[in-house]
């Protein structure tokens, strides 16, 4: 039987390892990618706290879960957005290297 523990594990393994995706890499799509990998093992968390926390008439409480799903979407459109500008910042200075670019004036 999978416990809270073993969720908690894999979800501290998936943000460790975004967390070094974020710190390591130097490409703006590695880090939008590893920021999505963190925000997944939040979610992962929640939904975990979520199954395991029932409620007294023994149900699990989806409170989480529900917030989950506003997370997902927020990630979404903020992903749709991050996406345009490295589009437009690729366009100007042919490069998604960090340290290639400096400030967003074009």
Do not use: C, W
Not at 24 to 39: A, P, Q, T, V, Y
Not at 44 to 57: D, E, G, K, Y
Not at 67 to 92: H, M, N, Q, S
């Amino acid at each position: 039987m999978v416990t809270l523990g073993d969720y908690l594990i894999v979800s501290g393994v998936l943000f460790a390892i975004g967390f070094a995706g974020v710190m390591l890499r130097r490409n703006l799509i590695i880090i939008f990618m590893s920021l999505e990998l963190m925000l997944n093992a939040a979610n992962l968390s929640l939904v975990a706290f979520s199954r395991f926390h029932v409620q007294p008439n023994g149900l699990p409480n989806y409170n989480a879960q529900v917030f989950v799903f506003f997370i997902i979407t927020v990630a979404a459109a903020e992903v749709a957005v991050g996406l345009a500008i490295i589009v437009a910042l690729f366009r100007a200075r042919q490069t998604t290297n960090v340290e290639d670019i400096a400030s967003l004036k074009f």
